[in-house]
C-alpha cells in the first residue's frame, strides 16, 4: 500500500520556522517528482514547491528565498524547510508524489497544518 506521511507542522509566530517531512513507503520514489501543496481555508490548493527525481526545485513566488524543498531518496523522505514565517503561510500543507510520466500527482499524504501567528 502506497502510503505519504506528513509530520512536522504546528504554531509557530511570524518570522519563525518550520520543517515539514514526508515520509514515503509502498514503492520507489526515487524515480517521482515530490511537491508540496497547500490549502488555505476558504481557498484553492496550490503548489508550493517540487523537486524532480533529479534534484531540481520550483518554487511558487510566494515562497522564494523562504522555503527550501529536499529529498532523500535514501530514507524515502521530502522535506519543506519554512523560514521567514508569514500569517499567510497558514494552511494544511500536503505532500505529493507524481510518476515518472504521469501528469498528474498520482499519491497524496494526508496533510499537516501549519498555523503562524502574527
Known amino acids: 500500500q502506497v502510503q505519504l506521511v506528513e509530520s512536522g507542522g504546528g504554531l509557530v509566530q511570524a518570522g519563525g520556522s518550520l520543517r515539514l517531512s514526508c515520509a514515503a513507503s509502498g514503492r520507489r520514489f526515487s524515480s517521482d517528482a515530490m511537491g508540496w501543496y497547500r490549502q488555505a481555508p476558504g481557498k484553492q490548493r496550490e503548489l508550493v514547491a517540487v523537486?524532480?527525481?533529479?534534484?531540481?526545485?520550483n518554487y511558487a513566488d510566494s515562497v522564494k528565498g523562504r522555503f527550501t524543498i529536499s529529498r532523500d531518496n535514501a530514507k524515502s523522505t521530502v522535506y519543506l524547510q519554512m523560514n521567514s514565517l508569514k500569517p499567510e503561510d497558514t494552511a494544511v500543507y500536503y505532500c505529493a508524489a507524481r510518476r515518472k510520466w504521469s501528469v498528474q500527482y498520482d499519491y497524496w499524504g494526508q496533510g499537516t497544518q501549519v498555523t503562524v501567528s502574527s
Open positions: 523537486i524532480t527525481s533529479g534534484g531540481n526545485t
